[in-house]
């Protein structure tokens, strides 16, 4: 049994951009004249810094316990997910930039009852997609091509290459080195 949490540099730099962020939409409404309208559009920047916050602080909460039974994330709410129970997974990739060299993964898994999202900044990430994996594979669940293509990425599974020990599956996806999802 392991028990994992999201790295606390990450957070607190996710903090500190909702604080510079709603500071920047919130100043101007006390320094200038500003309409309804402007007011209306800083307001709304605020609003969405303000949800991007809560999800921060949510993540601070949140233990991810996996065990030979299944997963189990504890917070503000609380999910199990067996492994027999596992019927859909999918690992996507949310890139920053144009090159797709930087970005972060986000792995969901669901079955019947729960469904659990979680981000490539949660330490021991590639450990928690290895066990998905396996599960997936022992339940007979069928992957997109992207969510396999994904996994190939981080040397899980294949794309069905005719050639795949001449490159590797980050040069083959052209996604860079797995280590920079977290940034």
């Given at each position: 049994?392991?028990?994992?949490?999201y790295h606390r540099?990450?957070?607190n730099a996710d903090l500190l951009r909702v604080a510079l962020g709603i500071a920047a939409c919130v100043t101007p409404m006390f320094f200038i004249e500003a309409g309804a309208t402007a007011a209306y559009i800083?307001?709304?920047f605020a609003a969405f810094f303000g949800l991007f916050g809560l999800r921060t602080l949510m993540q601070m909460r949140t233990t991810v316990t996996l065990d030979e039974s299944g997963i189990t994330?504890?917070?503000?709410s609380r999910a199990h997910i067996p492994w027999n129970s596992l019927d859909t997974l999918k690992l996507s990739y949310f890139?920053?930039?144009r090159d797709r060299e930087a970005g972060w993964m986000q792995l969901t898994l669901r079955s019947a009852e729960h469904r659990i999202a979680i981000h490539s900044t949660l330490e021991g990430f590639e450990d928690l997609?290895?066990?998905a994996f396996q599960?997936?594979?022992?339940?007979?669940v069928e992957l997109s091509d992207a969510t396999a293509r994904n996994f190939a990425v981080i040397g899980l599974g294949d794309v069905g290459l005719s050639t795949p020990t001449d490159a590797t599956p980050a040069a083959l996806s052209g996604w860079?080195?797995?280590?920079?999802?977290?940034r």
């Open positions: 049994m392991s028990t994992h949490r540099r990450d957070l800083l307001g709304v994330t504890k917070g503000w890139s920053t930039r997609c290895r066990l599960a997936a594979r022992k339940n007979d860079g080195n797995p280590a920079d999802w977290r």
